[in-house]
């Protein structure tokens, strides 16, 4: 394992950051730390990259207990979300810097500086300053410039969170085409559950400054651990208690073993989707997704009654924690 | 102005080099050469407008005077220049304002600096209160703030330090009327620094101090620099708090300001402009060295 947590809390006055939280990032894997704004994860990150102290617990960063060490010792490359540019010197010397400080021989570092612009495409900028570059240029340069040091782990915190949906799917899939020839234990934090789960080979899932559930993007979508996970990975709805996905329920016009009867409350047409909102007695409307073609062949008309039933194999948990509501 | 007129009689700007800030090959020669006036002219009527009132004041306000004081100092020719200089009290004025305006701004480079840092990166009790008073010295009329300095350094000093009509004296005066100026110019400049770069810098594997050298003080220069040209300007002009604490002892307590009141008062304007002017060549000198330094630091990084 690369880096190992255990007992990691973190208080900011009442609030508390991180929650006796314990988790192994394995070596040379791409790793998403993933949950809502304010839930930790990028607390964590700081920690594990010595620019947060922990409250308790320790972090072992390759075997070596980090938990005391300055950044400086820790050999870890970060990327912060708003790029944190050396505005007065230019993107080679930027991406020199660490190097620079590490007295390495000049040709060398000039001969690395080169090889790491050429890797997130930035050579022909290399005499630029920072503010001429786009934001996206600036994030790969951020990269470029952590990666330069040889870090034992990449640690981004959101880094494209600063950047615009186009350019941010674009850099995304880059990093993910970079770690595949890099192969540096990275991790980066994000509350985007779709680039966690187009990206990462892991993704630890952090609510309220404990880890809700560690697993592949598959074992966490297929077989999440609770109500949270599940909604956070995608839109759910709740169906006599059971948390499943709006298109994992089976819509009837008439009576069936074991359904559900509700009244249409609205019906709305997104492209070959169609939402059924169905109003069910004592308990909040349930969500169903429908394809257009399945929903016409069956004249779904607000106040028509239907009857709801899990479809078979559908995934569901019990609905305990009534969080849901948080994160739809 | 001129360069406004030109731009409307000549063809439109089609070299679309121009707005290529590291273009300069050989072949670009020609263009370049025909527009030595500066950067293609961007005024709009309104903006023409705006510049024009705007050279008129400094014209009136600070052009004028200046040219009228370097006339009047012509008046007695370049030999007046030389015996003026020559004077050996004349000659001590302008060193030691000189001389003292250099250390004070020396000394508030490095203080202000460090005052600036405290104010903005740390928090302790009371310093609501400092941000507050570090302008007093600034905003004091000087003649009071002479007044202040010779209670403490005077005859009566409740401290036993006699300084006042001694050097130092003038030094103690200068200090204390330019404190505000480098922690003024640095304060913002330091707050809007984010700490992410710093952090960035710390994982990189940069000490403390290097940070400072390497990320932190290049952002800082420029603030510095503007600071330290108010500082020097305030100093080599400064006279209400010096009459009363210097004592203006020729030879040794006594500065260019008061050297130029005397000249005034004896009816030798000739001479008072002629010490008038080479102040006005130093301060000119200064503020333009401090802003070489300043483009020197920004653009080497």
Known sequence: MSIEVSGLTKRFGDFVALDDVNVSLPTGQLTALLGPSGGGKSTLLRIIAGLDTADAGTVTIEGTDATRLPPQKRNVGFVFQHYAVFKHMTVAKNVAFGLEIRKRPKAE???????????????????????????????????????????????????????????????????????????????????????????????????????????????????????????????????????????????????????????????????????????????????????????????????????????????????????????? | MTSALV????????????????????????????????????????????????????????????????????????????????????????????????????????????????????????????????????????????????SLYGPNSPLGLQWAFTPSAVTLALAFVTLPFVVRTVQPVLEELETDVEEAAASLGAKRSTIFRRIILPSLVPAIAAGAALSFARAISEYGSLVLLSGNRPFETEVVSVRVLTFIENGNNTSAAAVASVMLFVALVVIVLLDVLQRRVARRG
């Open chain 1, 109 to 328: 570092t000039a001969r690395r500086v080169e090889e790491l612009l050429e890797l997130v495409h930035l050579s022909q900028f290399s005499h630029r300053l920072p503010a001429q570059l786009s934001g996206g240029q600036r994030q790969r340069m951020a990269l470029a410039r952590a990666l330069a040091v040889e870090p034992t782990v990449l640690l981004l915190d959101e880094p494209f969170g600063a950047l615009d949906a186009k350019v941010r799917k674009e850099l995304r899939d880059w990093l993910r085409r970079l770690h595949d020839e890099v192969h540096v234990t990275t991790v980066f934090v994000t509350h985007d559950q779709e680039e966690a789960l187009e990206v990462a080979d892991e993704i630890v899932v952090i609510n309220e400054g404990r880890v809700e559930q560690v697993g592949t993007p598959d074992q966490l979508y297929d077989e999440p651990a609770n109500d949270f996970v599940m909604g956070f990975l995608g839109e759910v709805t709740t169906l006599e208690g059971q948390v499943l996905r709006p298109h994992d329920i089976e819509v009837a016009t008439h009576p069936v073993p074991g359904g559900v009867q509700g009244r249409v409350e609205r019906v709305l047409r997104i492209g070959f989707e169609v939402r059924v909102v169905v109003a069910v007695a004592d308990r909040p409307d349930v969500t169903v997704v429908l394809t257009r073609t399945h929903s016409r062949s069956m004249h779904l008309e607000a106040g028509a009654a239907v009857w709801l039933t899990p479809a078979e194999g559908a995934i569901s948990v019990a609905s305990g924690r009534q969080r849901e509501a948080a994160s739809a």
């Open chain 2, 7 to 150: 731009e409307r009689g000549s063809p439109p700007p089609v070299d679309p080099g121009a707005d290529v800030p590291t273009g300069g090959g050989g072949g670009r020669r020609r263009p370049r050469r025909s527009r030595r006036s500066g950067p293609r002219s961007t005024l709009t009527r309104g903006a023409g407008l705006g510049l024009g009132v705007a050279v008129l004041w400094f014209s009136i306000l600070v052009l004028l005077p200046l040219a009228a004081v370097v006339a009047v100092a012509a008046e007695g020719g370049v030999s007046g220049y030389v015996s003026v200089l020559q004077n050996d009290q004349t000659w001590a004025a302008v060193t030691l304002t000189v001389t003292q305006a250099a250390v004070v701004t020396v000394v508030n480079v490095l203080v202000g600096t460090v005052i600036a840092w405290v104010l903005v990166r740390d928090s302790f009790w009371g310093k609501r209160l400092l941000d507050v008073i570090i302008d007093v010295p600034f905003a004091l009329p000087t003649i009071v703030a002479g007044l202040v300095l010779l």
